[in-house]
């Protein structure tokens, strides 16, 4: 699950509101939609969280009073708001009201290429300081290629596969996404959905928010 800290004001540590989410993923790891609740600490409950989900990641100003957190701090955070101790997993998914649906396609086949080979994005909404860049290219090892609109380039095999990713700025950098080609071989496919998750948690433990995973191919 990902947990997020919301302030009343851009730069104040404070929390006034605790947004709990998880992506539903499709059998290929796509994202299909994002489960969620808001704990409001002016009423004292938590509420559905569709509506807040989408504004975080399309509403710079509100996205500048949004804090990606661990369970951990979001745990300490709730205490703060009067909650008192913050449900496990399991028990938060019996406040989730709302799923906010995203859209899904299915992927083009060019017909050229290996038949096994999948590309993915990983999109993220925000913008990375020069910490957070250097933070993130850490987190997925990469090696920076020259070219001003990919950072960095990376390679492994687990599982028995074969993966490669790079990560991109979107724009002037108010948006990121990390691609992903995945070459897959006879091993669990479960490989893949950890290699997109791992990708997905060491950008937004920089500050971005993830919007969706997509697949092109």
Known sequence: MDYYLISATAGDRSPAGLLVEEFVLCDDYTAAGIDGAEWVAEIGAWSASAELSRAIRADTELRSRVTPVSRQEAVRAFKVLGGGGLPEEAGLRT?????????????????????????????????????????????????PTGDPRVVGTASASAGGHGFSWELRRIGAGIAWCVDVTAR??????????????????????????????????
Do not use: D, M
Request: avoid cysteine.
């Open 95 to 143: 406040l989730f009201q709302e799923r906010r649906a995203l859209p899904t396609t299915a992927p083009l086949h060019l017909g050229n290429g290996s038949a096994k080979a999948r590309r993915y994005r990983i999109l993220f909404a925000g913008e990375l300081g020069e910490t957070g860049l250097a933070n993130a290219s850490t987190a997925l090892r990469l090696e």
């Open 184 to 217: 897959l071989g006879s091993g669990p496919i479960t490989a893949l959905g950890a290699l997109l998750h791992h990708h997905r948690q060491a950008v937004r433990e920089q500050g971005l928010i993830p919007v969706t995973v997509e697949r092109f191919a």
